[in-house]
C-alpha cells in the first residue's frame, strides 16, 4: 500500500497526467485502487508507453467503483465466486432493466464487478477524457473488441495485461 510520501508521490504522478476533473475523480478512488492505478502506469512507462490516453484510461479505469464502495469481505466474495463460477457471477452482476431497484444487497457486489468498466467510462466522459480513454476504460476487462482498429485493440490489451498483472 501507498505511505504518506508515496500517496503524495502517486497524486502528483496522476496530476501530471490527469485534468482538475479527472484528478478530482483519481483521489477519490480507495487507496489501493489508487495504488494498483499508479502501479499500472509505471509499469506501461517501464515498457515504454508513453501514449496520453492509455496512461489516463490506466489511472482511471476503476472509477466507476465510485458508485457503491466495496467492504473487504464484498471483494473477497466477488473474487471467489469469480474464480469458482464465473458465468453465475456474470449473471448475478446484469442489473436488471429497472435497474438498482430491486436488486438484492448480495447482490451488489456483482453488480458493481461486472458494471463498472461502462460507469467508469461515463464519469471519466463528464470529466473531459478522450473518446479513445473512454473506450479504454470501458472496455478494460476485455483484451480485445471485434469492431476496433488495430492501434485500439493494441493500447486495450496493454491496458487489460497490466490490470491483470498488477
Avoid: C
Amino acid at each position: 500500500m501507498l505511505s504518506a510520501r508515496s500517496e503524495l508521490q502517486a497524486t502528483e504522478q496522476a496530476g501530471a497526467l490527469l485534468n482538475p476533473e479527472q484528478l478530482t475523480l483519481f483521489t477519490q478512488l480507495m487507496p489501493g485502487e489508487r495504488y494498483h492505478a499508479v502501479m499500472m502506469v509505471r509499469k506501461l512507462i517501464e515498457q515504454g508507453v508513453r501514449q496520453q490516453d492509455l496512461l489516463v484510461a490506466a489511472l482511471l479505469h476503476d472509477v466507476g467503483k465510485l458508485r457503491y464502495p466495496l467492504n473487504p469481505f464484498e471483494r473477497a466474495m466477488v473474487v471467489l465466486v469469480k474464480a469458482i463460477k464465473p458465468r453465475q457471477a456474470r449473471r448475478w452482476g446484469s442489473l436488471p432493466p429497472n435497474g438498482w431497484q430491486g436488486v438484492p444487497t448480495w447482490r451488489k457486489p456483482f453488480v458493481l464487478a461486472e458494471q463498472h468498466a461502462s460507469w467508469g467510462a461515463e464519469m471519466a466522459r463528464g470529466a473531459g477524457v478522450s473518446p479513445l480513454t473512454e473506450v479504454l476504460i470501458r472496455e478494460h476487462h476485455h483484451p480485445h473488441v471485434d469492431g476496433k482498429d488495430d492501434m485500439e485493440n493494441s493500447l486495450l490489451h496493454k491496458l487489460w495485461v497490466v490490470d491483470n498483472e498488477s
